[in-house]
């Protein structure tokens, strides 16, 4: 079984900073297409910053200029870094990845989902 786990939410003051982190653990052979997804309590789950398979991340314009994310696939891990935070960040905010696990030999790709981490932007 492959697991992603968040970590790094918690709570912090209007245009404070977090850090979140994302770790795949289990059968990982590869560990690609990391992304962060978050989720406002009434309103849908939407994507915030992705790594595709180019070379260039996307972000969605509410968060470009505060936000970055990073990968680092020899840890199979993934980072989002959030400065300058707005109350409208508040979210569950969720790692999402496309993570190879070697059967045999043979390579089966899973598109996996953390369990989500909680982040409030209050004062």
């Known amino acids: 079984q492959v697991h992603l786990v968040e970590s790094g939410g918690g709570l912090v003051q209007p245009g404070g900073s977090l850090r979140l982190s994302c770790s795949a653990s289990?059968?990982?052979?590869?560990?690609?297409?990391p992304a962060w997804y978050r989720q406002a309590p009434g309103k849908q789950r939407e994507l915030v910053a992705s790594?595709?398979?180019?070379?260039?991340?996307n972000y969605t314009d509410s968060v470009k200029g505060r936000f970055t994310i990073s990968s680092d696939n020899a840890r199979n891990a993934a980072y989002l870094q959030m400065n300058s935070l707005r109350p409208e960040d508040t979210a569950v905010y969720y790692c999402?990845?496309?993570?190879?696990?070697?059967?045999?030999?043979?390579?089966?790709?899973?598109?996996?989902w953390g369990q989500g981490t909680q982040v409030t932007v209050a004062s």
């Open positions: 999402n990845a496309d993570i190879g696990t070697l059967n045999g030999d043979q390579i089966h790709v899973l598109n996996i």
């Open positions: 289990g059968n990982v052979y590869s560990f690609n297409a």
């Open positions: 790594i595709a398979r180019g070379p260039n991340p």
